[in-house]
């Protein structure tokens, strides 16, 4: 008996270094998403910056509102959603998928996430021209990032933009078009346990969406677009800053020999 209590003492000890090793690397990647979206194109004024603690509140807390959230798994109680700055109406939604319930295990990212989030789109959870941003608790694989391009074909088939955006988007001239709504990207939580665009390694990338912006790039380096050099659209700092095919991403490189220059990449 005595040997059995020991070991049930151990086994939940093991459990909780296990959960708080999850919650701590929720609790990052929330609070780093918070500061990189809030610095390009999303409006995080109203999104409080949580501790662990809280995170470890909310974490098994589910979606009471919304119940088909709760079938993306638990943590749902860490998403959050932010306006864009230039359109309060558009909307990304960060969604944290598939992490693990008490002491079992996180299964593994299977095609169900694609049927899983167009019942959200179909069901009015989120509006049609929302994007998401998901995170898994593993890495991207090539089997995940194919799941990934079969929901971002899915959610494109047919898709026009709404036309309340529309109207904006021509009234304001906000040089966005329909390539740059209802998009999907994912990652691992362990991409946002630090803020890479921080990295001393890692320059300032800039998306230049608007059709005078790049028509001003490529007069510039006197190239049409598809002479400038690629970035490519699963680049994990391209996808932090939200860039989608056919923008241009301007990144300006610090030299001690030369100073600040900068070269332009499309993503493709």
């Known amino acids: 008996m005595i040997i059995l209590n020991n070991y049930l003492k151990f086994e939940n000890y093991i459990f909780n270094i296990i959960k708080m090793k999850i919650i701590n690397r929720v609790a990052k990647s929330r609070n ?15 999104i409080p910056v949580l501790s662990e603690k809280e995170i470890d509140t909310i974490y098994n807390v589910p979606e009471s509102k919304n119940s088909l959230l709760n079938t993306l798994g638990v943590a749902v109680g860490c998403n959050f959603t932010i306006p864009h700055k230039q359109l309060p109406e558009y909307k990304l939604h960060v969604l944290y998928y598939n992490f693990p319930d008490g002491d079992k295990k996180s299964t593994k990212v299977t095609k169900a996430l694609v049927d899983k989030i167009l019942k959200l789109y ?14 898994l608790n593993e890495e991207v694989s090539d089997t ?3 799941i990934s391009d079969t929901l971002n074909i899915k959610l494109k088939s047919g898709y026009e933009i709404s036309e309340s955006i529309q109207t ?28 890479l665009l921080k990295h001393e390694l890692v320059p300032e990338h800039i998306p230049i969406r608007d059709e005078a912006g790049k028509s001003k790039i490529l007069a510039r380096c006197n190239a049409t677009i598809d002479q400038l050099p690629i970035i490519s659209k699963y680049d994990n700092i391209g996808k932090m800053i939200g860039l989608v095919p056919g923008d241009i991403c301007k990144i300006t490189r ?8 900068e070269y332009f990449r499309v993503c493709k």
């Open 144 to 146: 995940i990032q194919k």
């Open 254 to 261: 610090i030299s001690e020999k030369c100073g600040d220059y």
């Open 168 to 195: 904006i988007i021509n009234e304001k001239s906000i040089g966005l078009n329909k390539n740059h709504f209802r998009n999907v990207f994912i990652f691992g939580v362990s991409m946002f346990q630090v803020n």
């Open 122 to 135: 179909e069901e009015n959870i989120f509006n049609t021209d929302d994007s998401l941003l998901i995170l």
């Open 32 to 46: 780093i998403l918070i500061e990189i979206l809030g610095k390009y194109d999303w409006d995080t004024t109203n």
